[in-house]
C-alpha cells in the first residue's frame, strides 16, 4: 500500500505565492514520474507539471514561468513552487505518482488534494 500526503494549500492574494509539498510513503521500490493536478470547480481535472526521476520537467502552458516542480528522491516527496498566482489558478491540487511497489507491482497513486484559493 502506498499514500501520498499533500500540504501547503491555502489563501493567497494574486500575485503571492505558495508552496505545495507531497510525500510518498509505504511499501516503495521505487518511484517513477510524479506530477501536480489540478482541479477548478466545475472544470476537468488538468495535468500542471511533471518530473522524471532523472529531474526532467513538463508544464502546462498556462503554469510556464510562475510554477517549479521539483523533487528530492531520497524523500519520494515533490514539491510546486507557485508564484504570480493567479485567481484562475484556484483549484484543488493533486499529487499524482507512478511507483513500483516492493511487491514488483507499478501502479499510479493519488494524494487526496489540497485546495488553494487566489483572491483578486
Known amino acids: 500500500q502506498v499514500q501520498l500526503v499533500e500540504s501547503g494549500g491555502g489563501l493567497v492574494q494574486a500575485g503571492g505565492s505558495l508552496r505545495l509539498s507531497c510525500a510518498a510513503s509505504?511499501?516503495?521500490?521505487?518511484?517513477?514520474?510524479m506530477a501536480w493536478y489540478r482541479q477548478a470547480p466545475g472544470k476537468q481535472r488538468e495535468l500542471v507539471a511533471t518530473?522524471?526521476?532523472?529531474?526532467?520537467?513538463n508544464y502546462v502552458d498556462s503554469v510556464k514561468g510562475r510554477f517549479t516542480i521539483s523533487r528530492d528522491n531520497s524523500k519520494n516527496a515533490v514539491d510546486l513552487q507557485m508564484n504570480s498566482l493567479k485567481p484562475e489558478d484556484t483549484a484543488v491540487y493533486y499529487c499524482?505518482?507512478?511507483?513500483?511497489?516492493?511487491?514488483?507491482?507499478?501502479?499510479?497513486?493519488w494524494g487526496k488534494g489540497t485546495l488553494v484559493t487566489v483572491s483578486s
Open positions: 509505504g511499501s516503495i521500490f521505487r518511484v517513477y514520474v
Open positions: 499524482n505518482a507512478e511507483v513500483r511497489t516492493k511487491d514488483y507491482y507499478s501502479m499510479n497513486y
Open positions: 518530473i522524471t526521476s532523472i529531474g526532467s520537467t
